[in-house]
């Protein structure tokens, strides 16, 4: 259990210094470009800014099924669609999920986050899914 929680803690430091660039865009945009261009360009760069962020989380995770168990990955564009939620253990710890469609059972369930690592390990790719 011990090394779970060593592993989260690095997970949620990887994705707070990419969250930490995303707000960096936010503050430029702002403080930069708003006075500057105005409006429109302002909006563009943030939503460029979160997509970027999105992309570089997503591809270093994938999800786990809860009914068949099998691992797949969602392009981008879902990620950035999707609202992440958190759900607790039976044993008390936290896991971060999102309700997903899996592209093997075509069963829509509360899908773990889970490392890359697992995810190579496993077969498909999650393109199907819509
Ligand atoms: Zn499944």
């Not at 992309?55 to 168990?69: H, T």
Request: hydrophobic letters at 45%; glycine letters at 6%; a positive charge.
């Amino acid at each position: 259990m011990a090394r779970f929680v060593e592993r989260t803690k690095h997970d949620w430091w990887s994705t707070t210094w990419k969250l930490a660039i995303f707000v960096a865009i936010i503050v430029f945009a702002l403080v930069v470009i708003y006075p500057w261009r105005g409006f429109l360009p302002t909006f563009l760069l943030i939503l460029a800014g979160l997509w970027v962020f999105v992309g570089l989380v997503s591809r270093r995770s994938g999800y786990r099924c809860d009914k068949c168990g099998r691992a797949f990955q969602v392009p981008t564009t879902v990620n950035f669609f999707t609202a992440s939620a958190v759900g607790k253990n039976p044993d008390g710890t936290y896991y971060s999920y999102k309700t997903l469609t899996c592209p093997h059972c075509h069963k829509t369930s509360k899908a773990r986050v889970i490392k890359r690592v697992d995810v190579q390990a496993a077969k498909g790719s999650g393109r199907l899914l819509k």
